[in-house]
């Protein structure tokens, strides 16, 4: 009887594990539904943009001027792994005060977009984005910054490797996706199940522009430890915001974050 029952717990593992593996990036990635409101609604001057991406996908994104007769340089804000262009409104309107203009992405999958979340998906799209800015706009690739937050400091700095930019601000990178993932499921083999890795401490050495991380004292998605790590490999400047949360305002769009965005900008 004991040797039946392992080999039924066995079993068992077997087929958790394959299912794991067959859905894991509907685990991985959560992207939120359309906007229910309109870019120039929620952000003075803004409009609605097409961005195509090299596989033949027509991705919506939302860019927003900055007030007032200074431009300092175009941000392109790479999300993190939920909610959409709607929820990061407050950081665009924190850059646009201060003479940013604003891209706000939604990769495939994400806020009514076609399409389906993968690691070089998300990295298409962030070329689609870049491509608009620069080739489409005709902006310098110097005057163009990259904000990543979490998951998006990753498509941000796969995207610094690929193609030229002008600095990058990640805000709670982690330093790999699998590091990250043992972390919160720490009795599954993420190392050896992951399709979708991430690698961000060991591509951030490479990207030869100015690099700030931002850090939550508290954060509780990404541990701090990873991304000073982050920094580390870098040689990035450092704001740890203290005692913030994941999700906290003041981590996601507080004067810490804008002026990080501000020092990179130079």
Not at 27 to 36: A, D, F, K, Q, S
């Amino acid at each position: 009887m004991a040797v039946r029952a392992v080999a039924i717990l066995g079993l068992v593992a077997v087929v958790l594990l394959a299912l794991v593996w067959a859905f894991q990036r509907r685990l991985i990635y959560l992207p939120g539904g359309p906007p229910t409101v309109g870019a120039a609604q929620v952000l003075a001057g803004a409009s609605e943009v097409e961005l195509h991406t090299d596989d033949g996908l027509t991705l919506v994104a939302w860019h927003a001027p900055a007030t007032g007769a200074t431009r300092n340089a175009t941000v392109l804000v790479l999300p993190g792994n939920a909610g959409s262009r709607a929820d990061r409104v407050p950081l665009a309107r924190a850059l646009v005060a201060r003479g940013f203009d604003v891209v706000l992405l939604d990769y495939r999958g994400y806020g009514g977009n076609p399409g389906l979340p993968t690691e070089e998906g998300l990295a298409a799209d962030a070329r689609a984005a870049h491509r608009y800015l620069v080739d489409e706009r005709g902006g310098d690739p110097a005057r163009v910054l990259l904000f990543g937050e979490s998951l998006g400091a990753a498509v941000a700095v796969r995207l610094a490797r690929d193609r030229p930019v002008g600095g990058l601000v990640l805000r709670s990178p982690f330093t790999a996706l699998a590091d990250v993932g043992a972390v919160h499921y720490p009795f599954l083999p993420v190392r050896l199940l992951l399709r979708d890795r991430f690698p961000v401490r060991e591509q951030v050495a490479g990207v030869g522009v100015p690099v700030v991380v931002v850090a939550g004292g508290a954060d509780e998605v990404v541990p701090r430890e990873q991304s000073l790590a982050v920094a580390d490999a870098a040689g990035a400047t450092v704001v740890e915001v203290a005692g913030a949360r994941h999700n906290d305002p003041g981590l996601s769009h507080g004067p810490a974050v804008v002026d990080a965005v501000v020092r990179v900008s130079g």
